[in-house]
């Protein structure tokens, strides 16, 4: 897995915490309370953890990417769930898209393309020829 | 068991005055965040509790801000913690703080004036 950059920040907010609490604890033992006591009264008082890591983090600016990784594979693992739905979808799109850049291809060649001319601004006149469709006569225009 | 205060003696801190507080407390010397809360909590009296839901986003709050800088070190103990210091940058914006939360203490102050003793 790729280490991203603040997997170390993270990891060194809840050391920071632990070591708080650490003392915490310390604390409250040298002032003469029983050490499992003084664990559960010091975590009490340290908080909602996961909470404040949060609120913590969020002041850093990532969580914009963090959430979006994690929406992206929560999607994908539902898709996984449901492959019924998920060929549906991915075929209508393939056709979606093929189809548009099918005709777009054609479009591109036919019309859009530069004549197969060497030169075609050069072009000053182009024979009229019948059209194969509807027998009606066309007659292309110089290009400028 | 120590003696624990009771409860309305607490008073929760505004963000904007427990920045100051941070700052002022990291004053003196390079603490950690639990010393931190240690001293504004005994310098007050026990009246002042930072919860440390607050003190941790104020502290990296304040990293952010480049008002303090943090260190990794080892406490007496031999723990490892991280420490804050104060940048002059940090020196500067205790100060602007303190000069006008003292407006502001001393306007409340004109505002609630004394009662007159019959």
Redesign the interface.
Known sequence: MIRWPWKNAKESLSEELEAHLRMAIAKRVADGEDPAQARIAALRELGNVPLMEDITRERWGWMWLEDLLRDTRFALRQLRHAPAFTATALLTLAFGIGANLGVFQLLYAVILAELPVPHPEEVVRIHAARTPFDQSWTISYPAH | ??ETPKYQNRIELLQGRLDMLVLQALLRQPM???AVAQVIRNRSGEVLTV???SL??AL??LE?RKWVRSEWKL?E?K????FYQLTSLGKKQLTADHRRWLELVRAIGAVMEPEVQP
């Open positions: 068991m120590a950690h965040g639990y919860e440390t839901g941790y986003p990296h709050r952010r406490t103990s723990q490892r913690a991280k």
